[in-house]
């Protein structure tokens, strides 16, 4: 099994990055997906989530409007669009697929945010 992102980097505030996250090993289309991150000292949270069925999705309060999530099972991959991102967006940002038994790390691709 395999996660990996990609697509992080260093972007001026106000910019915009397109993560994506390419998965093998495992039945990609069965899996909901997410993405969590991690800034520097303190704990991983949240970002957004998309069901396996249907594409239902949903985002931490700190990226609506800003932050997209979609998913092409057929390239067993999914992205997230960032727009608008701020200082506060700098993080190492990670894939995650979860089934009912199983539960999938990609390692991590770091964004910053700065001037």
């Known amino acids: 099994v395999q996660l990996v992102e990609s697509g992080g980097g260093l972007v001026q505030p106000g910019g915009s990055l397109r993560l994506s996250c390419a998965a093998s090993?495992?039945?990609?289309?069965?899996?909901?997906m997410a993405w969590y991150r991690q800034a520097p000292g303190k704990e991983r949270e949240l970002v957004a989530t998309?069901?396996?069925?249907?594409?239902?999705?949903n985002y931490a309060d700190s990226v609506q409007e800003r932050f997209t999530i979609s998913r092409d099972n057929g390239k067993q991959t999914v992205y997230l669009q960032m727009n608008s991102l701020k200082p506060e967006d700098t993080a190492v940002y990670y894939c995650?697929?979860?089934?009912?038994?199983?539960?999938?790390w990609g390692k991590g691709t770091l964004v910053t945010v700065s001037s």
């Open positions: 995650n697929a979860r089934s009912f038994v199983f539960d999938y």
């Open positions: 090993g495992f039945t990609f289309s069965s899996y909901a």
């Open positions: 998309i069901t396996s069925v249907g594409g239902s999705t």
